[in-house]
């Protein structure tokens, strides 16, 4: 579904940070570049910098709020997600909270249980970030 352009943008910005099935994160995540999670995050998840890109897995949870530039939703979030570039929902995202993004793709499958709201990213750049609470990694 991401486009080869897309595609080649995450490959060359950073190297990609993966957060393993079986490991749970309690707190809040900040990260640069590509961060690919087939864990657990009960904690808000920021991405810094223009290129930063989240990816969720079928086997990926989160429960907080997600604010990144790029996302690709591909299993269960209860939080309001905020995108201010391209968010594709995949067939096994599954949504409960508001949905705030710039560009959508959104295959047969997704549910979002929430509000879905278009902004552009000037506007999503503008509010203001949830606060950090620290993190720990913590077995599952």
Do not use: W
């Amino acid at each position: 579904m991401l486009s080869r352009k897309r595609n080649e943008r995450a490959s060359t910005s950073h190297d990609t940070s993966l957060i393993a099935r079986g490991t749970v994160i309690r707190g809040d995540l900040r990260f640069n570049g590509a961060l690919h999670l087939d864990g657990r995050i009960e904690g808000a998840v920021l991405g810094e910098g223009p290129d930063a890109v989240f990816t969720l897995s079928e086997q990926g949870h989160v429960q907080g709020d997600i604010r990144v530039p790029h996302a690709i939703i591909n299993g269960p979030v209860q939080g309001d997600i905020q995108v201010s570039e391209r968010l594709e929902l995949a067939p096994q995202a599954r949504v409960v909270g508001d949905v705030s993004y710039n560009t959508l793709e959104m295959a047969a499958g997704a549910q979002v249980n929430g509000r879905m709201s278009h902004h552009t990213g000037e506007s999503l750049r503008e509010l203001p970030a949830p606060e950090l609470n620290g993190a720990e990694a913590v077995p599952a």
